[in-house]
C-alpha cells in the first residue's frame, strides 16, 4: 500500500521486484486488496507483452490516509 | 529509554515521508466528467447564443466568451466543493493545488493575448483567429495540468492544440477565406470537444464502477 501510494499506479514486477516478493505471494496479497476495494488492476499491452498495472482506488487512498493519521497519532503518543 | 526516543523519531519521519510522498504523487480525481459535461453545456449555450445576437465584433466576441468562462470556472469550482465535502475530503487539497497552480500561467496568458488583441480594435476575420489562438493556450493548461491528472487530459490538451494549430497553418498556407463565425468555433471547442470528453469520462467510470 505505501508504495501504491506513493505512485499513480505500479506494475506487477516493480512490485513484486521491490517487495522481494514471488508472484504467487503478491497476487495473493493484491487479489486481498481487491476485494476489499482498495486496489485496482489493470491489464493491457506493452510491447505486445501483457502488463499489469496496479494503483490504488479511492476508497484504497482514503483508508492509507487514516491509517498513516492513526500511526502518527500512536508515535506522538509514545513521545509525550 | 534513549533507543525507545531513537526508535520513535525514527518512526515519526519515515511516516512523514510516506505522507510527503502520498501527497506528492495524488492525481486530482475529483468531479471531472460533471465539470466537462457542465462546461460543454454552457460552451454550446454560449455558442448558440452569439450566433443567434450576432455578436460578431470583436469586443462583443470576448465580452460574451469572457463572461462565460466565469460561469464555467465558478460553476467548475461549485462542484468539485459540493464533490469534496460529500467525501469527506477538504477542498483544497495538494492536487486541486497543483492542477490550479498548472492551469493559472496558460489560462491567464491566453485571457490576456485575447484581451490585448480585442482592445487593440482587431475586428472582422481576426475575431475567428482569437477563437484558435484561445483553443491553444487551453489546450496548453489541460496539457499542464494533465501532469496532475488523470492520463486522458493530456490526450485532450493535445487535441486542442493539434486542431488549432493545424487550421491555422492550413488556413494561412492555403490561403483560405473562412466563413465560419467564431462563435462555430467556440461551440465546436468549448461545447462540442467538452460534452464528447464529459461523456467519456462518464462511461468510462460507469464501466469501471460495474466491474
Known amino acids: 500500500m505505501s508504495m501504491l501510494a506513493a505512485a499513480p499506479e505500479l506494475s506487477f514486477t516493480e512490485l513484486r521486484d521491490a517487495l522481494a516478493m514471488t508472484d504467487g505471494n503478491l497476487t495473493t496479497h493484491i487479489r486481498a486488496l481487491q476485494q476489499e476495494g482498495y486496489v485496482a488492476v489493470a491489464k493491457s499491452f506493452q510491447n505486445r507483452r501483457p502488463l499489469t498495472t496496479c494503483s490504488l482506488t479511492a476508497a484504497g487512498r482514503k483508508a492509507f490516509a487514516e491509517y498513516i493519521n492513526l500511526l502518527e497519532q500512536i508515535v506522538r503518543q509514545t513521545k509525550k | 529509554m534513549q533507543s525507545n526516543h531513537m526508535e520513535t523519531n525514527w518512526a515519526e519521519e519515515n511516516l ?31 455558442a448558440a447564443a452569439g450566433l443567434v445576437f450576432h455578436l460578431d465584433s470583436g469586443r ?10 466565469i ?29 490550479a497552480q498548472a492551469l493559472l500561467p496558460p489560462l491567464t496568458a491566453g485571457m490576456s493575448v485575447v484581451l490585448i488583441f480585442t482592445l487593440a480594435g482587431f475586428e472582422g476575420g ?15 493548461a489541460l496539457h499542464a495540468a494533465g501532469f496532475f491528472m488523470t492520463r ?40 462540442v470537444l467538452h460534452l464528447a470528453y464529459g461523456a467519456y469520462l462518464y462511461l468510462t467510470e460507469k464501466g469501471k464502477n460495474a466491474a
Open chain 2, 16 to 46: 512523514q515521508t510516506i505522507r510527503t510522498l502520498m501527497e506528492r504523487s495524488a492525481l486530482y480525481r475529483r468531479a471531472l466528467a460533471p465539470i466537462m459535461l457542465f462546461a460543454g453545456s454552457l460552451g454550446s449555450i454560449t
Open chain 2, 71 to 99: 460561469v464555467v470556472v465558478a460553476g467548475a469550482f461549485l462542484i468539485a466543493r459540493r464533490q469534496a465535502l460529500k467525501d469527506n475530503e477538504p477542498f483544497w487539497s495538494p492536487p486541486t493545488r497543483r492542477v
Open chain 2, 126 to 140: 481576426f475575431v475567428r483567429v482569437l477563437a484558435f489562438l484561445w483553443a491553444i493556450f487551453y489546450g496548453c
Open chain 2, 60 to 69: 462583443a466576441f470576448t465580452g460574451l466568451w469572457f463572461g462565460a468562462a
Open chain 2, 152 to 191: 486522458g487530459m493530456k490526450v485532450f490538451g493535445w487535441i486542442y492544440i493539434g486542431i488549432a494549430c493545424g487550421a491555422l497553418l492550413f488556413l494561412a498556407f492555403t490561403n483560405t477565406d473562412l466563413v465560419l463565425s467564431a462563435h462555430w468555433l467556440m461551440g465546436f471547442f468549448f461545447g
